[in-house]
């Protein structure tokens, strides 16, 4: 056996590739902590604001330190009016996980020194990216529903900020209170595959907004981020409870995924499901929405039934998209609200990268020929 065959692991499963101090996962009791605190604990407790500062800081804030960061935050919301043209070149029709992407990789035009890669400047680009992130989602969907963009509001929130923009009404406490749990819940976690894109990317001495574009490609699949998108298709299907059971067993029968369900690293109930769950069920009673809520949790009683004995539980995306529903979000918005989220870890990951570097190279384990005849064209 060649060493390539001894320390190959498919889709590198199990491989410890970089060293973190934010999250920690325990994925056979599902627990998940960060920078030692539970996400139960973040999410009753905490803010957005307050959770990026421990990511980015490892600490907790003081007062006055988390009213600078968040000051510091609020005073990037605005966005240029060039990045507004911009928004407003896109096709109406595209995609807004494509805006973003190609927004935030746009970003580096508008800054004077978009390659330096120094931790302070790693810092300040990434409160920047982080701070006009809802600033472009909400532009681009108020342009392509034919409404005036309306401008960040410096005196409001990060969650309160978005849904204002989007909106263009001040949203409800209780609506604010949702989407910053939400935000919470999707900060970071460990070395997803979007974070590692973006590692792998900075490793070179790329650029944070090469990092940041990665990650976004990366996170859109829908075995990864896009599956928030792929359960609300799936709710939509289903007609009632009463249905749940035979679409489900369908699925099951036709061997399709059940987006929402499974992951690489849980093989129990992810906790951030169980926060999102609690919050669902509480928002679709508030507007109207225990039909869907209800079907969810349909669906996750069957794949207990069916799947529980495989490890294959509910992870993030199956209750987030229940939630983002009832918080009155279009489908396509579900997975660039991860990205607002997420900017928190990536940044937070590619901050680490950059403090202690190593190129990431892993090898293949060759397995095509040797020797081969080269054969002229006229022969073959
Ligand atoms: N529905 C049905 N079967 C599943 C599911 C699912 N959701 N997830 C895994 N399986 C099965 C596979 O078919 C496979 O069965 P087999 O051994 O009989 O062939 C087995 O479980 C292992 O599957 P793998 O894809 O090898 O496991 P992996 O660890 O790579 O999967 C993944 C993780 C990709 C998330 C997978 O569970 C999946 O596709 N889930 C649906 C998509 C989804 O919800 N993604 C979001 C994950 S969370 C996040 O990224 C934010």
């Known amino acids: 056996m060649s060493t390539a065959e001894k320390t190959f692991s498919k889709g590198l499963e199990g491989v410890i590739a970089a060293q973190t101090e934010m999250s920690f996962i325990n994925g056979t009791e599902g627990i998940l902590e960060y920078v030692g605190i539970a996400i139960g604990d973040l999410a009753s407790k905490s803010s957005f604001e307050e959770t990026v500062f421990l990511l980015w800081n490892k600490r907790l804030p003081t007062k006055p330190e988390l009213e600078q960061f968040t000051a510091d935050l609020r005073s990037h919301y605005t966005l240029c009016d060039e990045m507004v043209t911009q928004i407003k070149s896109c096709p109406i029709k595209a995609e807004p996980m494509h805006v973003i992407r190609s927004m935030i ?45 309306v401008k960040a509001d410096p005196s409001l929130n990060f969650a309160s900020n978005f849904l204002y923009m989007l909106n263009g009404e001040k949203p409800t406490d209780a609506m604010v209170r949702a989407f910053d749990i939400c935000m919470i819940t999707h900060a970071d976690h460990g070395l997803n595959n979007s974070t590692f894109a973006a590692r792998v990317v900075i490793s070179t001495l790329s650029d944070l907004y090469s990092a940041m574009t990665a990650a976004i490609g990366s996170l859109r699949g829908p075995l990864h981020g896009g599956a928030n998108e792929g359960v609300m298709k799936m709710l939509n299907k289903i007609d009632s409870v009463e249905t749940a059971e035979a679409h489900v067993m369908g699925m099951i029968k036709n061997k399709e995924r059940i987006m929402g369900f499974g992951h690489r690293v849980y093989k129990a109930k992810d906790p951030r499901a169980s926060e999102l ?14 039909d869907l809520y209800n079907k969810s949790h349909a ?72 020797n081969a005849p080269y054969t002229p064209i006229e022969k073959r």
């Open 299 to 370: 669906i996750e009683k069957i794949m207990e039934r069916e799947y529980a004995s495989k490890g294959i539980y509910p992870n993030v995306d199956f209750y987030s998209a229940t939630t983002y529903h009832c918080i009155g979000l279009k489908l396509d918005l579900f997975t660039p609200m991860f990205v607002l989220a997420r900017i928190a870890g990536w940044a937070g990951h590619v901050i680490e990268q950059l403090e202690d570097n190593r190129l990431f190279r892993p090898t293949t384990d060759y397995i095509g020929p040797h």
């Open 105 to 149: 990789s746009m970003c580096a035009m508008y800054d004077e020194n978009p390659n330096e890669n120094s931790v302070e400047a790693a810092r300040h680009k990434s409160m920047r990216i982080l701070a006009v992130a809802p600033a472009i989602v909400a532009a681009f969907d108020r342009h392509r529903r034919g409404l005036e963009i």
């Open 277 to 290: 769950m609690t919050l669902a069920k509480q928002l679709a009673e508030d507007t109207g929405n225990m």
